[in-house]
Nanobody
Framework: QVQLVESGGGLVQAGGSLRLSCAAS????????MGWYRQVPGKQRELVAR???????NYADSVKGRFTISRDNAKNTVYLQMNSLKPEDTAVYSC???????????????WGQGTQVTVSS
């Protein structure tokens, strides 16, 4: 069994910063990619940023230049540094992992419980 646990959400004023963390634990052999997604009520979940084990990252156009994704492979942890936050960044942010378990099983649909980010104007 694999678990993802997010932390770091909260309430911040527009222009402020937050740093999200997501730690993976359990029956993990290798994590190939980790990503952050966000969702607001009534809308589909959207990709915010994703990073491979080699450090290659891609971002949604709406966050380029403001958000930075990084990961610590030794700790099976991914981070999302969010700067210059805007009210439209308000959402539940969830972590996702694409990994191989110690039993050589591919799991691509592992999600954390989500953390609320609220940006006030």
């Amino acid at each position: 069994q694999v678990q993802l646990v997010e932390s770091g959400g909260g309430l911040v004023q527009a222009g402020g910063s937050l740093r999200l963390s997501c730690a993976a634990s359990g029956n993990i052999f290798r994590i190939d990619a980790m990503g952050w997604y966000r969702q607001v009520p009534g809308k589909q979940r959207e990709l915010v940023a994703r990073i491979t084990s080699g450090g290659s990252a891609n971002y949604a156009d709406s966050v380029k230049g403001r958000f930075t994704i990084s990961r610590d492979n030794a700790k099976n942890t991914v981070y999302l540094q969010m700067n210059s936050l805007k009210p439209e960044d308000t959402a539940v942010y969830s972590c996702n992992a694409d990994l191989l378990t110690e039993w050589n099983k591919r799991l691509s649909d592992v999600w954390g419980q989500g953390t609320q980010v609220t940006v006030s104007s």
